[in-house]
């Protein structure tokens, strides 16, 4: 059976995902903020309640005057899924997708270098960080993450052997929040990887940061090893940027995939007190 | 907690006033600095060559702005990670810098060095970028232009509130904070 072919022009990617760049710098995402909210009321640390009330109301003035609620508006990490009925004209969709970062980061802070050795800075935050998946439907859909690197500095990968068990898993990830302590912005919120391969474990862990705060994984077993995970890094005491508290992170989010016999990969990766994404469906 | 309202230069017995944990409000000239103009100003100052900023008596400040909104002097402007800077941080002290303003951990060498130089580490909240720029009332350029972002700019802060995390008596705010809230071990 022949479904008809949409077809949709890559100048209309673009500007969709400019535009959605561009919010994104500005609005903090609404669970984000309505989590610490919830935060704020449960926070111990007298002054920790004062740093998320300081971090609220940057977000409500990110919000209200249209400016980056954060200096660093990172890379820009661009998950891109076409289904596979959609037909791509007008040019090259890849030239689209860097132009479209160029436009949106003209007024945002330039934070990307061409070689990791040389260290020149690009001058327009290009090239962005892309992911393609080929989907069934007729749609583009588009999630973008504004990724800050002082969390991401302080994310970790591991390849363990299956012998580790949950409780490896469990200590790495605490040691990897506890490492960062107050360099990655505190309260965080911990994406999880488990399984896949060195190089998809990363990636897990990366769209575990996608996910809507509140939003459990749907395996029972995750769900519960979220909560744990949940617990243990509150126990920790770092708090609101790291002066001491009962909230350390928003919310533990754990993504699995299959994996080998012989290995349990493990990759933490943190988001900040700016965890900007945003998300549309052409 | 104790509130100190503080005008840079920096004298030894403004810093030897600051405990860890107090709560400072800053006005006065500040230097930014991150990454790559430390790389480049320590190796002028290691090759003998004079300092493009003032350092004996000044504050220098990690953090790499976004660009000005039309009509304001600097875009958001919170600090960055400090760690970074560690390598680069005893030349500095060594030649009078009196405080660093960033946020997260310092090693132990810069810690001791703080001790030893009478400097202390300041954390202002990363993430509140746009509220601090509140307190940046003057912004310009003055080294290093072509960094761009990394580019050394001197400002003029105004009760910029930043909290004291290492003093000169060896205090860390961040280790006395947590300890209170640990429930673990
Ligand atoms: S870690 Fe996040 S909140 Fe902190 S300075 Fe970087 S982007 Fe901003």
Redesign the pocket.
């Known amino acids: 059976m022949t479904t008809p072919a949409r077809t949709i022009s890559v100048a209309f990617v673009r500007r969709a995902l400019a535009a959605l760049l561009s919010e994104a710098a500005w609005k903090l995402p609404t669970d984000y903020v309505a989590a610490l909210r919830r935060a704020r009321q449960q926070e111990a640390a007298a002054l920790g309640r004062e740093i998320i009330e300081i971090l609220l109301t940057n977000a409500d003035r990110a919000r209200a005057e249209r400016l980056p609620?954060?200096?660093?508006?990172?890379m820009a990490i661009i998950f891109v899924e076409v289904g596979q009925q959609v037909h791509l004209v007008g040019g090259d969709l890849n030239a689209a997708i860097e132009e479209a970062v160029r436009q949106a980061y003209r007024p945002l802070r330039k934070s990307v270098v061409a070689d990791p050795i040389l260290r020149e800075n690009t001058g327009d935050n290009t090239p962005p960080i892309v992911h393609y998946a080929i989907v069934p439907g007729h749609h583009v859909r588009l999630r973008v993450m504004l990724?800050?690197?002082?969390?991401?500095l302080m994310s970790r990968l591991a390849m363990f052997p299956p012998a580790v068990g949950v409780d490896g898993v469990k200590q790495f990830v605490v040691e990897t929040v506890e490492r960062a302590g107050p360099?990655?912005?505190p309260p965080v919120i911990v994406g999880v990887g488990l399984g896949g391969s060195f190089d998809t474990v990363g990636l897990l862990a990366k769209k575990a940061l996608l996910r809507r705060l509140g939003t459990p994984n749907p395996a029972p077993h995750l769900a519960a090893l979220e909560r744990e995970l949940l617990d243990e890094i509150n126990a920790l005491g770092i708090g609101p940027q790291g002066f001491g508290g009962t909230v350390t992170a928003l919310g533990v989010h754990v993504e699995a995939a299959p994996t080998h016999i012989a290995a349990l990969p493990v990759a933490v990766n943190l988001?900040?007190?700016?965890?900007r994404r945003a998300e549309v469906i052409l | 907690m104790n509130a100190h309202t503080l005008h840079t230069p920096l004298t030894d017995d403004d810093v030897a006033a600051l405990r860890a944990g107090d709560m400072v409000l800053l006005s006065g000239v500040v230097y930014t600095a991150r990454d790559a103009a430390h790389r480049r100003l320590v190796a002028a100052l290691n090759r003998g060559e004079p300092s493009p900023i003032p350092l004996a008596g000044h504050v220098v400040y990690y953090v790499g702005p976004a660009p000005a909104p039309p009509g304001r002097p600097i875009g958001p402007a919170?600090?960055?990670?400090s760690g970074r800077m560690d390598p680069y941080t005893v030349p500095l002290l060594e030649r009078g810098v009196k405080g660093f303003i960033g946020?997260g951990h310092r090693s132990p060498e810069v810690k001791a060095a703080l001790v030893r130089y009478r400097a202390v580490y300041l954390a202002a909240v990363?993430?509140a970028?746009l509220l601090l720029a509140d307190h940046i009332v003057e912004a310009r350029v003055v080294a290093y232009e072509e960094l761009g972002p990394e580019a050394i700019r001197e400002l003029i802060v105004r009760d910029f509130p930043a909290i004291v995390v290492n003093d000169i008596y060896g205090g860390d705010a961040y280790e006395a904070g947590q300890r209170a809230f640990r429930r673990r071990r």
Do not use: R, W
Request: charged content about 15%.
């Open positions: 609620s954060c200096q660093d508006t990172g990724k800050g690197f002082g969390a991401e360099n990655a912005c988001n900040c007190s700016a965890p | 919170g600090p960055t990670t946020k990363g993430g970028a």
